[in-house]
């Protein structure tokens, strides 16, 4: 259709009007724009991937109509009033390019590459703390029942006096595996409520059944077998729960029409030309034992770089000291519970039997808990790192499993470490059937070479890890020498 003829500096105005505020004519109707959805989310935005609103559209002021003026056909258009001869009219202004699509204002914020990760490490963070903090209270009041209200005071404050130095000796030898306190603290906490929860109530089923069976027999089976392999293993899941691969992409539905991204709740979206952090890699020859693609990629549990002089992958000093702190400090909470128990339920026992005896108004003695005491010195002196030393192994062989290069030896370590701690573990609990004696034999014979054994590992490692970094060259420098 073509345009009506003639117009003036009204029609101007009245058109720059209707692009200012279209109208709606009888018989039309408007194209519907992009509408506004409500999404229900149990999460909400971060603040930079909250979507900006787009500032108000301003009207252009329309240019001045000029009027037409009849001339000869064949002759060039007139100038408009007020150019001085012999000047060129000035061409018509460009127009202006088709609007784009709508997305995000161009005042907004840029968005960061990390928001999306700070809100999938506060969610899984929250939810670690929260199952923790459930598993937390449901071991104290199971701990209250047994002991009541002054033995799991006494309890939990004769057990800390051992904690300070087994946490001490772990983070000397943390300075080598170099482990994140988040991780850390997830195993203490870990060992200290979830797998003590875990163990306190297996144990219970297991001899209560064995007994009722068994007799006498199935409670030295319980002590002996059962009950290595429900703690070991209890306190060994803490090692694999932080290598699984959580940051698995959701699926994504999210709108067409804006630039809002989906709801990314345990990890950012991939941008672009950014590898997924869980994809299948190409594989390496002579690495069979690297890291696999569906665990998750720690630093500290990495073998070493392949080079021409090392062209198998093979285990480090700090890989190996990694696994020694993660599973020594899952151990150690769990330790810090148990001897709570412990230490409780003995400290009762010896206020009921002194109140039985010699009645109220008697002064109380040291020899009125000698069944205190004597737990005291055998959980809290003689062996406070026996749990450590047990789940110790598993760590090491874990650690082994995932960064050697030879493939029976990546499919032995970690179920041979296991065995190995369920083993001594077991070889300590019988040992306290067998009299003053027969104790202090297995301690002297077992106990004490296994603990040498572990210090000359952390000395070595901590000391090979010293000189390589004297060995190193500096980044001040290298910068120098560049």
């Known amino acids: 259709m073509s345009s009506p003829s003639g117009g003036g500096n009204g029609a101007t105005a009245h058109a720059a009007d209707d692009r200012a505020m279209p109208t709606r004519t009888a018989g039309t109707r408007t194209i519907p724009g992009p509408r506004g959805r409500r999404a229900h989310r149990f999460v909400p935005w971060p603040a930079a991937l909250a979507p900006q609103p787009a500032p108000p559209a301003t009207p252009q002021p329309a240019p001045p109509a000029v009027p037409q003026q009849s001339s000869p056909p064949g002759s060039p258009p007139d100038p408009p009033p007020g150019t001085p001869s012999g000047t060129a009219p000035p061409t018509a202004a460009p127009t202006a390019p088709p609007a784009a699509p709508p997305g995000p204002a161009a005042g907004a914020a840029p968005r960061r590459r990390g928001a999306g990760r700070s809100l999938a490490v506060s969610s899984v963070t929250a939810g670690a703390a929260l199952a923790l903090a459930g598993c937390g209270a449901l071991i104290l009041h199971l701990v209250h029942r047994q002991t009541g209200t002054t033995g799991l005071l006494v309890g939990l404050g004769l057990a800390t006096v051992p904690l300070p130095f087994v946490l001490g000796g772990l983070a000397w030898l943390n300075q080598t595996a170099r482990v994140p306190l988040r991780h850390t603290v997830f195993c203490l906490g870990w060992g200290a409520f979830a797998a003590t929860t875990v163990a306190i109530l297996a144990n219970g089923w297991t001899a209560d059944y064995l007994t009722a069976h068994q007799g006498s027999l199935g409670e030295a089976l319980g002590a002996d077998l059962v009950t290595p392999v429900i703690e070991e293993s209890a306190k060994g899941a803490a090692l694999l729960l932080l290598l699984v ?6 699926p994504c539905r999210g709108h067409r029409t804006t630039d809002r991204p989906c709801a990314s709740v345990l990890r950012p979206l991939p941008g672009a030309g950014r590898p997924r952090p869980y994809a299948r890699r190409t594989a390496v020859p002579n690495a069979r034992g690297r890291l696999r693609p569906y665990l998750r990629p720690l630093p500290y549990l990495r073998p070493y770089p392949l080079t021409h002089d090392r062209p198998r992958a093979r285990a480090r000093p700090r890989t190996l000291a990694a696994g020694v702190v993660l599973g020594g400090v899952t151990a150690c909470g769990f ?53 450590p030393l047990f789940t110790a192994l598993t760590g090491l062989g874990l650690a082994v499993t995932l960064t050697t290069g030879r493939r029976w030896l990546a499919r032995l370590a970690a179920p041979t470490g296991l065995v190995l701690s369920m083993a001594l573990h077991g070889t300590w609990n019988a040992a306290a059937d067998l009299g003053t004696h027969g104790f202090l034999l297995v301690y002297a014979v077992l106990m004490v070479p296994c603990f040498a054994a572990l210090v000359g590992f952390a000395a070595w490692a901590r000391a090979r890890t010293v000189r390589h970094s004297a060995r190193r060259p500096r980044a001040p420098a290298r910068a120098a020498a560049a």
């Open 245 to 250: 691969p959580i940051g698995r992409q959701l």
């Open 335 to 387: 330790a810090f519970t148990e001897n709570a128990l412990y230490l409780g339920r003995a400290f009762s026992d010896d206020e009921q039997q002194r109140l039985d005896s010699i009645g109220l108004g008697a002064t109380p003695s040291l020899r009125d808990f000698d069944s205190t005491v004597q737990t005291f010195v055998l959980r809290a002196l003689l062996s406070p790192f026996a749990h």
